[in-house]
């Protein structure tokens, strides 16, 4: 059974950086194709796509966001760390990470969520 | 720029509704990486449809996705009054090598 679950700050200050770690199980990020994502929602609005790092180390990266934001990964701990940069109070969103198993495709397992707000 | 859905969209028990997602050639026109995803209020996002028409395992198959050009259309039959909630659409997109998501559709079960 695959579960993820992030964790982090919930309040933190413009201008500060953001470090939220995703804590996996029920598979590997050594397992070929697989990729872990981040997405957010900023409270009543739509989803936005963040990051995605796979299996071998390959980043991809919001193209409005690829100036502040770092996603990496630690296997022996199956976890997998975003930071974003330079935070405003538009960055205030529900910060989700979610599984993908292959490609820049869909995510079909999700973490509850961490809500992240900026002032 | 997001894809586009309807903001909203009502219907009855039983009845079918249909949530439009309009893209470009840069994303659903060209690609069969269309994903549809189900909220409900407080929850993570559900994959319910990938791959423009693929259900996972353990959705119903009252959900049922398709494509034509640049919009991809999900179609939920029977409506129950659990489907009430956000309806979200997702494609890979070429302009950057990432996905895009629509805007989301609210769904009303009357």
């Known amino acids: 059974q695959i579960t993820l679950k992030e964790s982090g700050p919930t309040e933190v200050k413009p201008t500060q950086t953001l470090t939220l770690t995703c804590t996996f199980s029920?598979?590997?990020?050594?397992?070929?194709?697989?990729?872990v994502g981040w997405v957010r929602q900023p409270p009543g609005r739509a989803l936005e796509w963040l990051a995605l790092i796979f299996w071998d180390g390959v980043q991809r990266y919001s193209p409005s966001l690829k100036n502040r934001i770092t996603v990496t990964k630690d296997t022996s701990k199956n976890q997998v760390v975003l930071t974003l940069a330079n935070l405003d109070p538009a960055d205030t969103a529900t910060y989700y990470c979610a599984h993908t198993p292959g490609g820049v495709t869909f995510f079909d397992f999700w973490g509850q969520g961490a809500l992240v707000k900026v002032s | 720029s997001a894809l586009t859905q309807p903001a909203s969209l009502s219907g009855s028990l039983g009845q079918s509704i249909t949530i439009s997602c309009t893209g470009t050639g840069g994303d659903i026109g060209n690609y069969h990486f269309v994903s549809w995803y189900q909220q409900h209020p407080g929850q993570a996002p559900r994959l319910i449809i990938f791959?423009?028409?693929t259900r996972p395992s353990g959705v119903s198959s009252r959900f049922s996705g398709s494509k034509s050009g640049d919009t991809a259309s999900l179609t939920i039959s029977g409506l129950q009054a659990d489907d009430e909630g956000l309806y979200f659409c997702?494609?890979?997109?070429?302009?950057?090598?990432?996905?895009?998501f629509g805007g989301g559709t609210r769904v009303t079960v009357l």
């Open positions: 029920g598979f590997s990020l050594v397992s070929s194709g697989v990729g």
């Open positions: 997702s494609s890979y997109t070429d302009s950057g090598d990432f996905l895009l």
């Open positions: 791959g423009v028409t």
